[in-house]
T-cell receptor, first 116, second 112 residues
């Protein structure tokens, strides 16, 4: 049973460029959340996808966008990269159980993005 | 906006001692409170969680308590071991389970 996978592992971009990060959820999971983790900080919620729709967003600008595919995998896109976007980007998957309560999230290994 | 405060930022204990990490959340609608352990260069991993309809939960050496009135929750690790050394994050998930806010983390050092 594969856990959450992310690609690529590392990425180096220059300011102004665009980047796409990918996430495959744990088998059986249907919900994907994305987080940005700066060095020495806690993960910051970017957004969550369920049924191919963004259903909640954190305090991130529109330069951050995403997508979820019918197989539940997801992409995070960041446009017009800034130096401050350098961070570890984590995706986490969970199973929606309809109980209006959070459920355990399983994290992927992350993508380390460096913006020069 | 929603916020989770976590203290202390660094905690150093002797092997065998107990460690306590405390968190406070701002969104009274939060109803799920997970704790994650993150070792250097690795992904966060869930170690214990508690839901808002429960006041305390224990799993071997780890326990979590929740005070909804005060909006406080705490992680207790007993009989600490060197392998407990890591960064620990508390988090609070909003009603509906859509958004999880993390604390800034506590770096725990367990000295042998």
């Amino acid at each position: 049973d594969a856990g959450v996978t992310q690609s690529p592992t590392h990425l180096i971009k220059t300011r102004g460029q665009q980047v796409t990060l990918r996430c495959s959820p744990k088998s059986g999971h249907d919900t994907v959340s994305w987080y940005q983790q700066a060095l020495g900080q806690g993960p910051q919620f970017i957004f969550q996808y369920y049924e191919e729709e963004e259903r909640q967003r954190g305090n991130f600008p529109d330069r951050f966008s995403g997508h979820q595919f019918p197989n539940y995998s997801s992409e995070l896109n960041v446009n017009a990269l800034l130096l401050g976007d350098s961070a570890l980007y984590l995706c986490a998957s969970s199973l929606e159980t309809g109980g209006w309560m959070g459920n355990e999230q399983f994290f992927g290994p992350g993508t380390r993005l460096t913006v020069l | 906006g929603e916020n989770v405060e976590q203290h202390p930022s660094t905690l150093s204990v002797q092997e065998g001692d107990s460690a306590v990490i405390k968190c406070t959340y701002s969104d009274s609608a939060s109803n799920y409170f997970p704790w994650y352990k993150q070792e250097l260069g690795k992904r966060p991993q869930l170690i214990i969680d508690i839901r808002s309809n429960v006041g305390e939960k224990k799993d071997q050496r780890i326990a979590v308590t929740l005070n909804k009135t005060a909006k406080h929750f705490s992680l207790h690790i007993t009989e600490t071991q060197p392998e407990d050394s890591a960064v620990y994050f508390c988090a609070a998930t909003s009603w509906g389970g859509f958004k999880t806010i993390f604390g800034a983390g506590t770096r725990l050092f367990v000295k042998a």
